[in-house]
């Protein structure tokens, strides 16, 4: 290049170092963050370094990041898919539910978004989420105190449900009458809300 490019590339190329420098505390704010389970968080800080325009091993790190959340959140796509080709509804819902919150930004959660609207728009869930208030005023009812008529209002309920609605509804409801009728029904409901991945 002439002598009026040589300045312009060693200024170019001293920013490109400033950024590499600012860069590495990014990576690491962004690899405690994923620590943390925020891979939203992690996913914004790594767009971040991977954008800058070198060959760099911090950049390549981030990229790293990067793919291993889209790998991630795609074997959590593959597994609601399961969970709802299964009968699994509302496991799949909040699965793909999860995706959609967890990784915004990346083409998976918009993938998820479309997934999700897609199965709430069938009949399978549609039956089971209709079903499911029951379980969720009988949650609130052991929440706020009443575990024994939440105990008894479920009982009747099982007794009459569809066998044929997603399996986790009965599951959840014979659950819940055990953590109703437990000694301490609250610490219950933490390990049926645990159990059953209701966030």
């Not at 925020?38 to 971040?48: N, S, V």
């Not at 990067?66 to 699965?95: F, H, I, P, Y």
């Not at 009949?123 to 008529?149: N, T």
């Amino acid at each position: 290049g002439s002598y009026l490019d040589e300045p312009l590339a060693k200024h170019l190329e001293a920013s490109r170092w400033k950024e590499l420098r600012a860069a590495t505390p990014r990576l690491e704010e962004a690899d405690a963050r994923r620590a943390k389970g925020d891979a939203a968080g992690a996913l914004a800080l790594w767009r971040e370094v991977a954008a800058i325009p070198t060959e760099h091993p911090v950049v390549a790190r981030a990229k790293a990041g990067l793919a291993g959340l889209a790998t991630e959140a795609e074997a959590r796509m593959v597994r609601a898919g399961e969970l709802a080709a299964s009968g699994r509804a509302l496991q799949g819902g909040r699965e793909l539910s999860r995706v959609a919150r967890l990784y915004a930004g990346l083409d998976e959660a918009q993938a998820a978004r479309a997934a999700l609207d897609k199965l709430e728009a069938g009949k399978a869930w549609k039956e089971a989420s209709r079903a499911e208030k029951k379980l969720v005023a009988a949650e609130k009812q052991v929440a706020s105190g009443k575990a024994g008529p939440a105990a008894q209002s479920l009982g009747e309920w099982l007794a009459k449900l569809d066998q044929k609605l997603d399996p986790e509804l009965r599951e959840r409801g014979e659950a819940l009458v055990a953590a109703a009728q437990a000694a301490d029904p609250a610490a219950e409901l933490a390990g049926y809300r645990a159990r059953f991945e209701l966030d």
